[in-house]
């Protein structure tokens, strides 16, 4: 079963503008991810972060958790046209499982 | 260089036959295996979880009977979608998990049944 909801569901901004999305879930959760899909292509990992962790950082990517509200939240900033892509969610939950459950993502659009 | 394969990357085939995708690590051991589904315009649904040597858990509403996968060995999986419909269309992806937190997904393989 789905457990993140993303939101927005579609976004589209310019390029040179920020980026952000919304993540949120149900159960208490191991850890969070955050993945990019170009159109019809695999799944590139961005970044983990854990349930004791707060914020992360890599490059222009700064996502961020909220374990009390179950939310997470994905910046890209600085946007270009390459970052046009679908974004998703994923969560580990916590009891040692190891499936990892997809949000329904976010259809980012980077005008040039 | 891609630690994990998949083949055949697509594949369109008539109603009724039997479709076998494999998914392949290519340099390290896989302790389980995950495969997932993502019909057009949405996100990724997880089908079942298989360890080597032992039988796949499916999710809810998943057809074990339909969807055969065999956990042959630590690097090679495969999903066999057994008589197969124009519904089960489809982009099917495995995941792999190693030791700790690695883990890598395949690239994919699209499914295209007439």
């Known amino acids: 079963s789905q457990q993140g909801e993303e939101d927005p569901q579609a976004l589209s901004i310019q390029e040179g503008e920020n980026a952000t999305m919304n993540c949120s879930y149900k159960t208490s959760i191991n850890n969070l991810q955050w993945y990019r899909q170009n159109s019809g292509r695999g799944l590139v990992h961005l970044i983990l972060i854990r349930s004791n962790e707060r914020e992360k950082h890599s490059g222009r990517l700064r996502v961020t958790l909220d374990t009390s509200k179950k939310s997470s939240s994905l910046l890209i900033t600085a946007s270009r046209a390459a970052d046009t892509a679908s974004y998703f969610c994923?969560?580990?939950?916590?009891?040692?499982?190891?499936?990892?459950?997809f949000g329904k993502g976010t259809k980012l659009t980077v005008n040039p | 260089g891609a630690v994990v394969s998949q083949h055949p990357s697509w594949v369109i085939c008539k109603s009724g036959t039997s479709v076998k995708i494999e998914c392949r690590s290519l340099d390290f051991q896989a302790t389980t295996m995950f495969w997932y589904r993502q019909f057009p315009k949405q996100s990724l649904m997880l089908m079942a979880t298989s360890n080597e040597g032992s039988k796949a858990t499916y999710e809810q509403g998943v057809e074990k009977d339909k969807f055969l996968i065999n956990h042959a060995s630590l690097t090679l999986s495969t999903l066999t979608v057994t008589s197969a419909h124009p519904e089960d269309s489809s982009f099917y992806i495995c995941?792999?998990?190693?030791?700790?937190?690695?883990?890598?997904f395949g690239p994919g393989t699209r499914l295209l049944v007439l």
């Open positions: 995941r792999l998990r190693g030791r700790g937190e690695t883990q890598y």
């Open positions: 994923a969560t580990v939950a916590q009891g040692g499982s190891e499936k990892l459950v």
